[in-house]
């Protein structure tokens, strides 16, 4: 389990969802697409749609999508960040401060202003179909509780559904996996270990 204290004096923070966010996007090339099945245009089959906006499944969605928020946050006097491309900083002086955390089709929203916050909430929602999921709590695997002094992030939820997918939930805890000093050996005689089942044990604790 991940334990961490991130320090932002305090401020709130609230996370946004773009709905659909990939048909936002505009095409800068010439992309064109069948008839949908059943919808063919009589006498007209044989032609072709040409897309002026981005579909899931176009290898250009994504980039198109980029390009349409990277500019609307910039309309809005929005600076990017060189060191993290996808937290964008908007500063009048240092008590009025909004930072935005980009992640696809999801926006992390913080500052030192509630007042800027929910302006700049209320032109989002206004530009885009947005869901306002409130303040941040879960995100990407971690949960989050925000105390006086900043933020509480853990992955107590996440660690919990791994011993329950591996069978281990009822396990003692230890302080370290494996004795210190202790050296493993091959056993010629031993059962094979499940390859599947051990990747995704490993993947899981990476993750």
């Known amino acids: ?3 961490a204290v991130a320090s932002n004096r305090g401020w709130p923070m609230y996370q946004m969802d773009v709905k659909l966010a990939f048909l936002n996007g505009y095409l800068e090339e010439e992309v064109y697409t069948l008839q949908p099945p059943s919808f063919e245009k009589e006498e007209h089959e044989d032609e072709v749609y040409l897309l002026r906006k981005a579909l899931y ?3 250009q969605s994504p980039r ?5 928020i990277d500019g609307v946050l ?8 060189k ?6 900083v908007r500063a009048n002086c240092l008590t009025n401060l909004l930072l935005v955390c ?6 992390l929203v913080t500052g030192s202003s509630e007042k800027e916050i929910q302006g700049f909430k209320q032109f989002m929602m206004a530009e885009f179909e947005m869901t306002d999921l409130g303040k941040l709590s879960h995100f990407l695997g971690l949960e989050f509780n925000q105390v ?16 329950k997918r591996f069978g281990m939930l009822n396990c003692n805890s230890a302080s370290t996996p494996v004795k210190p000093g202790l050296k ?10 499940y390859a599947t089942e051990f990747k995704k044990l490993i993947g899981s604790l990476r993750y």
């Open 102 to 107: 980009l992640y696809v089709d999801d926006l």
């Open 148 to 163: 006086q002094n900043g933020v509480l992030m853990h992955q107590s939820r996440y660690a919990q559904e791994i011993l």
């Open 184 to 193: 493993l050996e091959k056993d010629p005689e031993g059962e094979l270990a």
């Open 57 to 59: 499944g176009l290898k």
């Open 1 to 3: 389990m991940i334990v």
């Open 83 to 88: 060191s993290e491309h996808g937290v964008y």
């Open 74 to 81: 910039a309309k809005q006097k929005f600076s990017k960040c």
């Open 64 to 68: 198109a999508w980029n390009i349409r």
